[in-house]
């Protein structure tokens, strides 16, 4: 509890790179907040940790991870990262480490689903009964939110491992996933971007192809979400994304894709994150259990 008697909300954004933490009264009320760089587990959950109860006493916590995760409440697994690739990270008991350490409630996702719930709830879906999350960074995932709830199948979503159909003009290209090769995240993610044009999007010129060909990868994934889901809000976030024209030429193209199809459109937006870089973070505190 926190001197003025408001439960202290705790959340954590676990990325390959940074874990971003905070504490706060409600999701976008946020006191306190510190980046830790992504080091062994052992080293960062300890410093996550510490950081926390230097903040005082949390009475719930929410954790948005980067994946793969086990969400399923019943698995004995549930709240560890998985198979990830991340050296050292595979089966890392997430959760269970935080549950042990301050034995309070805790809440857990992916990081995708927490920012999708973010900006379903307090960003640019405000107005929506849907809404899908995509980051486009140093890989490509997505988030999908219906009616306030994330969601979850046998799994959590892979949307940056869907097939795109390849552009004319980049037929040669064999993609970079060590699973797939040229699925989305194999053509479109920054690294992608990076092996085949030896430089990132925003730094290629702006009559370059390559904005046009990783817009319509991107706008592939946006129309498959509008077709099989129906999803009202699509939103782009990552570092990809703050390429300059990137997100409206994603739009028209998506616009062209459902065009002769969709009779009288699809009534879909696609917009940036309305929370900014912040989207994970409040998803985070979102996932925190309510006491
Ligand atoms: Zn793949």
Redesign the pocket.
């Known amino acids: 509890m926190s001197a003025a008697g408001q439960p202290l909300i705790g959340g954590i954004e676990a990325g390959g790179t940074k874990f971003v933490l905070a504490v706060g009264h409600s999701p976008t009320e946020i006191i306190a907040r510190h980046e830790i760089p992504t080091l062994d587990p052992a080293t960062t959950l300890k410093n996550v940790g510490d950081w926390f109860e230097g903040q005082g006493s949390i009475s719930t916590l929410g954790i948005a991870s980067f994946g793969p995760v086990e969400l399923d409440r019943s698995s004995a697994l549930w709240g560890h990262i998985t198979n990830t690739p991340k050296p050292g990270w595979a089966n890392c008991d997430l959760a269970g480490y935080f549950a042990k350490r301050f034995a309070v409630p805790i809440g857990f996702d992916t990081d995708v689903n927490g920012a999708a719930l973010a900006e379903y709830e307090h960003g640019a879906g405000r107005a929506a009964r849907s809404l899908a999350y995509i980051t486009v960074g140093t890989g490509i995932g997505g988030g999908l939110v219906f009616r306030g709830k994330p969601a979850h199948g046998a799994a959590h979503a892979e949307m940056g491992?869907i097939f795109p159909r390849l552009h004319a003009n980049d037929q040669e290209f064999k993609g970079i996933?060590p699973?797939?090769g040229d699925?989305l995240?194999?053509l479109a993610s920054g690294p992608a971007i990076m092996a085949r044009w030896g430089a990132s999007l925003s730094e290629l010129p702006a009559d370059h192809i390559a904005h046009e060909i990783i817009a319509d990868y991107l706008a592939q994934l946006a129309h498959s979400l509008i077709a099989i889901t129906a999803a009202e809000i699509i939103v782009f976030g990552g570092g990809v994304m703050s390429t300059d024209g990137l997100l409206e030429r994603v739009s028209e193209r998506t616009s062209e894709l459902g065009a002769r199809y969709f009779p009288g459109g699809t009534g879909h937006k696609i917009l940036a994150p309305g929370l900014g870089h912040n989207a994970g973070l409040a998803g985070a505190l979102m996932l925190a259990p309510s006491v």
């Open positions: 491992h996933c699973h797939h699925c995240e194999g």
